[in-house]
């Protein structure tokens, strides 16, 4: 019984920057981590980042490193992705994942390994 729902997403030229949100109802602290998946057209859904909520410690993709960066707001019941310098490659559905119990490494960037989704916020990248 866990909901999330994303925003921000939008339309921005490569270089740009956004913020999107991922905010939490339900059994909030039963969850053991937040991760942000993304799925282009005609890809497989794949991994961004993730967030460990009891300390907050934070593991992203290759693709996402240095220009990505994951962040909390306990009070709002929410975590962010703040995305700098954009890509068209970038361009895709960003969805943000939970699960309850913890995960190694390889399962953790599998979007199988997740069984609480969100709808998802579309993010396209012009150049």
């Known amino acids: 019984q866990v909901q999330l729902a994303e925003s921000g997403g939008g339309l921005v030229q490569a270089g740009d920057s956004l913020r999107l949100s991922c905010a939490a109802s339900g059994r909030i602290g039963s969850r053991y981590s937040l991760a942000w998946f993304r799925q282009a057209p005609g890809k497989e859904r794949a991994f961004v980042g993730i967030?460990?909520?009891?300390?907050?410690?934070?593991f992203y993709a290759d693709s996402a490193k240095g220009r990505f960066t994951m962040s909390r707001d306990n009070a709002r019941n929410t975590v962010y992705l703040q995305m700098n310098s954009l890509k068209p490659e970038d361009t895709a559905i960003y969805y943000c994942?939970?699960?309850?119990?913890?995960?190694?490494?390889?399962?953790?960037?599998?979007?199988?390994?997740?069984?609480?989704w969100g709808q998802g916020t579309q993010v396209t990248v012009s150049s």
């Open positions: 967030m460990r909520l009891i300390d907050n410690n934070t």
């Open positions: 994942a939970t699960r309850l119990t913890a995960l190694n490494t390889m399962a953790m960037v599998s979007a199988r390994s997740y069984s609480y």
